[in-house]
């Protein structure tokens, strides 16, 4: 297919570009056979043609696809019949190429299968262990210790045989409730296996408690496990999606591909090759399908008490759509910050402001206070623009930063912060222009002063607030990683934290304004600036160099 859904899978996909190049060489070996032959057959007389090969196409066969087994592996060849007509050996080619392509498809996609057949006997396992966790934390059986060891492999183990098959297993908790006794024949018996990782590790390793320490069947370890549980389950569901598009966007490939063939080679052997597909593994099997709707019934009954319309939601969640308003919002901020630009120029060019007598002390002021803003805003347009790269080329930027589903923010979303930013920061630099030559604010200096430090606490104060508006998941996720970074030595260093910190090694410059603004209101230098004392402290100077 041409655009994989699976970007990690790209290799593993149909060739489709490739074959088509086959096809094209395919279409030129034709057109330069036909230039030899003086006319082209009328259309009564393609009609007879057509009409005739259509009565004979069970006797007159274009291809014959042959089934071999090696290593017990099933590989198709195709034997293409007219190898010796015009173009035959482009022909031969396309067949051998579109066979090992195929072949490479049906393979993947066994082995995948496999894998996860497997991955969800673990999940099954693990299933079983929680429900035998739950009942036990529900019983508070007064007879059991407080906490118990417990070794996963013999709880698999003794789960799993306590029926005959899996459909006939006590899956309802109000069962199990009635089988308290086997349950605590389970847990009380079992001890922890010292050397052998299982999947029912899972318990522990969500509970983060050392292989040789005690499990507490409390309700706050109960919820831990439930939640990691959930969340394999959503991701194991994601997978086999994953899986069934790779089976639909390969068959698809393959029917298109051989569409072209018999259009471009006038041939009739898309019937019978797709008949193949049809058989083989990759389009027959319905494991894949089967495994959704265990998961689905699962996570249904034991996760969302039997709501389904929950559960659907958890394991398909919607596509999160772009609003409108959304986009009309960043148009009209952008138009507004051009706006204020224009009208900031215009002003500064009326009043001659950069002629009258204290401009360069008002500039080596307010400038290092105001362009704190202009770098954020142009930090941030240039991560909307990642963002914009990151979602064309299929980048799950939201999986590799570890945002929380349904959360991440848009490009459009963080250019819409960026130009509100913007137009708020230029507000602030035209009321503290105004207000600094107009005569009748002269009185006023002091507050004029602190304009810009009010818009830095507006913007901290909005960033810590803990109300839901302003996508205050995202800046949680923000202030959390900014504190991982900042106090690195005592914390684990995961990407987005590496990723943060590398993306404020280029913002010294607005780390030297920050150093201004605590030189200039913490020490009160706001109130006399023409002294501007900031740039004569040796505390500052040090700072500002190492910074």
Not at 151 to 171: F, M, P, T
Not at 261 to 269: E, L, Q, T, V
Not at 452 to 467: E, H, K, Q
Request: hydrophobic letters at 40%; charged letters at 25%; aromatic letters at 12%.
């Amino acid at each position: 297919s041409r655009h994989p859904i699976f970007p990690e899978w790209q290799e593993a996909y149909i060739d489709y570009a490739y074959l088509k190049t086959i096809l094209q060489d395919i279409q030129s070996s034709r057109k330069n056979s036909d230039s030899n032959v003086q006319n082209k057959p009328s259309f009564a007389r393609n009609l007879t043609r057509r009409y005739n090969r259509d009565l004979t196409v069970s006797e007159n066969h274009d291809i014959v696809v042959n089934t071999v087994t090696r290593e017990l592996e099933t590989i198709y060849e195709t034997a293409f019949l007219k190898a010796g007509e015009a173009g035959g050996d482009s022909e031969v080619a396309f067949f051998r190429t579109l066979d090992r392509e195929f072949n490479k498809v049906n393979s993947f996609y066994r082995f995948k299968v496999e894998k996860a057949r497997n991955e969800a006997l673990a999940l099954s396992k693990q299933m079983d262990a929680l429900i035998a966790f739950r009942v036990r934390v529900m019983e508070k059986n007064p007879s059991l210790s407080d906490s118990v060891l417990v070794d996963v492999d013999a709880l698999a183990y003794e789960i799993g045989s306590s029926s005959k098959s899996r459909e006939h297993r006590v899956v309802a908790l109000g069962d199990l409730m009635r089988n308290e006794a086997a349950n605590e024949s389970i847990l009380e018996r079992i001890r922890l296996n010292k050397t052998r990782e299982n999947p029912l590790s899972a318990i522990k390793t969500i509970l983060k408690v050392h292989k040789q320490e005690e499990i507490k069947f409390t309700k706050e370890n109960l919820k831990k496990v439930e939640e990691g549980l959930q969340v394999a389950f959503i991701e194991f569901y994601q997978k086999l999606g994953h899986l069934k598009n790779y089976s639909f966007l390969n068959t698809s490939a393959v029917s298109k591909i051989m569409k072209k063939y018999d259009k471009i080679a006038a041939r009739n052997a898309a019937k019978m090759y797709m008949e193949m597909v049809d058989c083989s593994y990759l389009t027959s099997s319905d494991e894949v399908q089967q495994l959704m709707q265990r998961v689905e019934s699962t996570l249904i009954e034991h996760f969302c008490n039997s709501n389904r319309s929950k559960g659907m939601k958890l394991l398909r969640p919607k596509v999160k759509k772009e609003r409108h308003r959304i986009t009309f919002s960043t148009g009209f901020f952008f138009g507004c910050a051009i706006s204020l630009i224009v009208a900031l120029v215009l002003i500064i060019h009326a009043r001659n402001i950069l002629g009258t007598p204290g401009q360069r002390t008002y500039m080596e002021t307010m400038f290092p206070l105001y362009r704190f803003f202009g770098f954020v805003v142009l930090h941030t347009i240039m991560y909307a623009a990642n963002i914009y790269f990151w979602r064309r080329y299929r980048v799950n930027y939201s999986f590799i930063f570890g945002f929380k589903k349904g959360t991440e923010l848009g490009y459009r979303h963080v250019l819409l912060l960026s130009f509100g930013l913007g137009t708020l920061s230029l507000c602030a630099v035209l009321l503290n222009l105004d207000m600094e030559m107009d005569s009748q604010t002269k009185d006023y200096s002091t507050f004029t002063e602190l304009i810009p430090l009010c818009l830095l606490v507006l913007v901290i104060a909005i960033t810590l607030c803990p109300f839901n508006i302003l996508y205050r998941s995202s800046r949680f996720f923000f202030l959390a990683v900014l504190f991982r970074c900042i106090a690195a030595p005592f914390y684990t260093v995961n990407l987005p934290d590496f990723f943060l910190a590398d993306q404020l090694t280029s913002q010294v410059q607005a780390l030297r304004s920050i150093e201004f603004y605590i030189c200039y209101y913490g020490f009160g230098d706001f109130k006399h600036r023409r002294k501007n004392t900031c740039r004569s402290n040796n505390v500052f100077t040090t700072f500002y160099f190492i910074v």
